[in-house]
């Protein structure tokens, strides 16, 4: 069963505390990715991942990093987070880079 | 760089009515296309892959076209659902590295019963 799981699917923090999104992927995907979705912005990549200990920068790294431990897990970390990173998180993973198979998405409230 | 844009924010229809969402892209290459669909609650999937060998891709009742002369690349079906409602995602294959996608800001589609 092909599946990426996010967890939480919802969060709320206050600005300046640590954010820990968490993807799971059963399919053996090499490539794995972190986006954020935003009213009238669409998808916008945070970060890809290679594999193990192998990541990218994607359009809008800044205030995130990301940790791939095992391939078929990536966190998406944020340190100090702010009200502007209020926002749906989406994890994804591809075999071939044009069909990603997405999670549910996490909804994270900055107050 | 490469960029895909889609004008309609939002479409509304009623049922078996004929659906057009627009997109056009730019890019340096011969791009390969796809529509995404979001249904409410869950991710981004893929719909229809399109690339400039075939010009055409079929998926669900979908059917896009990739117009070269015109850098379109349209999403149509004849006759929609309540069951169609999403964001339509025209998405592009980054030429430069082909490693990740570009996608448009999306259309919302809202099927009225």
């Known amino acids: 069963d092909m599946k990426v799981t996010q967890m939480p699917r919802y969060l709320i923090k206050r600005m300046g505390e640590n954010v820990l999104l968490e993807c799971g992927q059963d399919m053996s995907h090499e490539t794995m990715y972190w986006y954020r979705q935003d009213p009238g912005l669409g998808l916008q990549l945070i970060y890809i991942?290679?594999?193990?200990?192998?990541?990218s920068e994607g359009d809008i790294p800044k205030g995130y990093r990301v940790s791939r431990k095992k391939r078929e897990h990536f966190s998406l970390i944020l340190d100090s987070a702010k009200t502007n990173q209020t926002s749906v998180y989406f994890c994804?993973?591809?075999?071939?880079?044009?069909?990603?198979?997405f999670g549910p998405g996490t909804r994270l409230t900055v107050l | 760089g490469d960029s895909v844009t889609q004008m309609q924010g939002q479409v509304t229809l009623s049922e078996d009515d004929f659906l057009f969402i627009n997109c056009t892209y730019s890019?340096?290459?011969?791009?390969?296309l796809f529509w995404y669909v979001q249904y409410p609650g869950e991710g981004p999937q893929l719909l229809l892959k399109?690339?400039?060998?075939?010009n055409k891709g079929i998926s669900r009742g979908f059917e896009a076209t990739y117009d070269k002369r015109t850098t379109s690349f349209h999403l149509q079906k004849a006759s929609v659902q309540e069951s169609d409602s999403a964001v339509y995602y025209c998405?592009?294959?980054?030429?430069?590295?082909?490693?990740?996608?570009?996608f448009g800001k999306g259309t919302q589609l809202i099927i009225q019963p």
């Open positions: 998405v592009l294959e980054n030429t430069g590295g082909a490693d990740r996608l570009t």
């Open positions: 991942s290679y594999d193990v200990d192998s990541n």
């Open positions: 994804a993973s591809s075999l071939w880079v044009y069909e990603q198979y």
């Open positions: 890019t340096t290459w011969y791009p390969t």
């Open positions: 399109v690339t400039t060998a075939n």
